[in-house]
């Protein structure tokens, strides 16, 4: 056969397919029944045969057969969950104030200590014998000072000699003090209360400002730091109340509640560092601990439908409403997901209003539909049949074929 007649016959071809389905969508092809309602018209008149159904928007021959989902209410909360590790409150290593030889270790690795409790002591025996001679040389010049006031109310002194003993008697003040500060660095005192870790120093290890003595912790409370998602950066405040759990103590739930919040959020990794404070009467959480913590948010109540109602076009998603016996399309934002649910944004959309689920071939706006049989063609937004199974398959058939009236 030539090209040209070849192209002809193609195009021959390609014009009657797309004028056989302009006619089966429009329904021109009218099945038995509607063929035999055309033969006999209602009592109402031509006004009320189905022929005059055309002439309304997208209502063209029978309704189109459609299975429905009910739309219900969800709440939009959002809850994050993250691994985070404990910490001390306050957590210090102790280390001497002098160098010295160690004469006392004061304490048991491993127990608690009480604030300003003596830990470790160094030999002294200078530094007392420092402060001692500080202390007479105080009391001498004191003496000294009461002389001179005594001779200066008889004005047998000079102001000069006056003032030199006020000098003398406050050099010694400062004297002793020194000496005593001295004294008090040969001796580590717990600066608050906690517990003690492990040490190694025993009695006449020489040590100097540069030795680690022992850890010392304060374990009433612990902190634990962990990452929230940007989405959720927003939302998380100081004073939240925060669930935790770890594997080390299976069954038990520890609440506390959030310190700290970070300024920024990691612009790699997209998460904000938070902080959060627990306590811990009974020491069972150590330092280094992983934890399991649990953040949530309230959300506001939105509408729920099932995730086969949501079409897409080029202006957004949108559903079909059932409004009677016809549908109309309402634009939805999407809020969130869940199994076999789409939490959506709508002003149109209530809870217990239709939507179309199956069916959606050869919907228009205002097409009259007819809910299938079997509880009225509606099923729960989030029932197995919304998802898939016979339904779907009810779907895929439909699609290829015109359903009789």
Do not use: C
Not at 95 to 102: C, L, N, R, T
Request: glycine share 10%.
């Amino acid at each position: 056969m030539p090209p040209a007649r070849q192209i002809a016959f193609s195009v021959a071809v390609v014009l009657l397919v797309a004028g056989g389905w302009l006619a089966y969508d429009r329904g021109w092809f009218a099945s038995n029944q509607d063929s035999a309602s055309a033969a006999q018209p209602p009592a109402g008149g031509p006004a009320e045969s189905g022929g005059s159904d055309r002439g309304r928007p997208g209502g063209g021959g029978a309704p189109a057969p459609v299975v429905t989902a009910v739309v219900e209410i969800d709440d939009t909360g959002l809850e994050v969950r993250a691994v985070g590790t404990v910490a001390a409150a306050r957590a210090i290593t102790l280390y001497p104030d002098a160098s010295g030889v160690v004469a006392e270790v004061a304490f048991r690795s491993g127990t608690e200590v009480a604030e300003g409790q003596p830990l470790v002591r160094l030999g002294d025996s200078e530094q007392q014998v420092a402060v001692e001679r500080a202390r007479v040389a105080l009391d001498s010049a004191r003496l000294a000072l009461e002389r001179a006031e005594q001779l200066a109310q008889s004005n047998n002194i000079t102001t000069a000699a006056l003032a030199e003993a006020r000098t003398n008697a406050q050099r010694a003040e400062i004297d002793l003090r020194g000496a005593e500060l001295e004294l008090a660095r040969r001796t580590l005192v717990a600066p608050f209360s906690g517990t003690i870790g492990l040490t190694d120093v025993t009695m006449g290890d020489l040590v100097n400002s540069s030795r680690a003595i022992a850890t010392l912790d304060d374990m009433s409370t612990v902190t634990v730091a962990f990452e929230v998602p940007e989405r959720a950066s927003g939302r998380v405040v100081v004073g939240q109340e925060i669930v935790a759990t770890t594997a080390a103590l299976a069954g038990r739930h520890f609440t506390g509640h959030v310190s700290a919040v970070d300024s920024r959020v990691d612009p790699v990794a997209r998460t904000l560092k938070v902080e959060a404070s627990l306590p811990n009467e009974a020491n069972v959480l150590k330092p280094g601990m992983a934890l399991n913590v649990a953040l949530s948010f309230e959300g506001v109540d939105q509408p729920a439908v099932a995730s086969l109602a949501v079409q897409w076009d080029r202006s957004g998603p949108y559903v079909w409403k059932v409004e009677g016996e016809s549908v109309v399309r309402v634009g939805v934002d999407i809020v969130g997901r869940r199994s076999g649910v789409v939490i959506v944004a709508a002003g149109d959309l209530a809870a217990g209003d239709e939507v179309v689920v199956e069916g959606l071939q050869r919907l228009r706006d205002g097409s009259r539909v007819r809910r299938l049989d079997g509880n009225d063609g509606v099923v729960p937004a989030a029932s197995p049949e919304a998802e898939g199974g016979g339904a779907e398959a009810d779907a895929t058939a439909e699609g290829r074929r015109q359903p009789s009236g």
